[in-house]
Nanobody, 115 residues
Framework: QVQPVESGGGLVQPGGSLRLSCAAS????????MGWYRQAPGKERELVAR???????DYADSVKGRFTISRDNAENTVYLQMNSLKPEDTAVYYC?????????WGQGTQVTVSS
């Protein structure tokens, strides 16, 4: 499986916004779902948000109302719009792609929320 390619991380002040993007290969099985996970230092990787090919979405309680996941099915791209960012959102964010029997992960992009 070709690794998805993420972009959009960076340093932002509390209350600020960032938009993450993840592009998956257009070859292979159809994509069932795409999502974002994050891992903070010393913590386990956790689900942030995911979206199915039909458009159903699921969010972690900690980001509901602040983050929005969306996807462009034609481009096999998923986005994560992150608003009202908090220091506790600081983590490496990983894109996750489920297609057929396979799951692939991006290389991760660092998001740091700090003044």
């Amino acid at each position: 499986q070709v690794q998805p390619v993420e972009s959009g991380g960076g340093l932002v002040q509390p209350g600020g916004s960032l938009r993450l993007s993840c592009a998956a290969s257009k070859s292979g099985f159809s994509i069932n779902a795409m999502g974002w996970y994050r891992q903070a230092p010393g913590k386990e990787r956790e689900l942030v948000a995911r979206i199915t090919s039909a458009g159903y979405t699921d969010y972690a309680d900690s980001v509901k109302g602040r983050f929005t996941i969306s996807r462009d099915n034609a481009e096999n791209t998923v986005y994560l719009q992150m608003n009202s960012l908090k220091p506790e959102d600081t983590a490496v964010y990983y894109c996750n792609v489920k297609r057929g029997p396979f799951v692939s992960w991006g290389q991760g992009t660092q998001v740091t929320v700090s003044s």
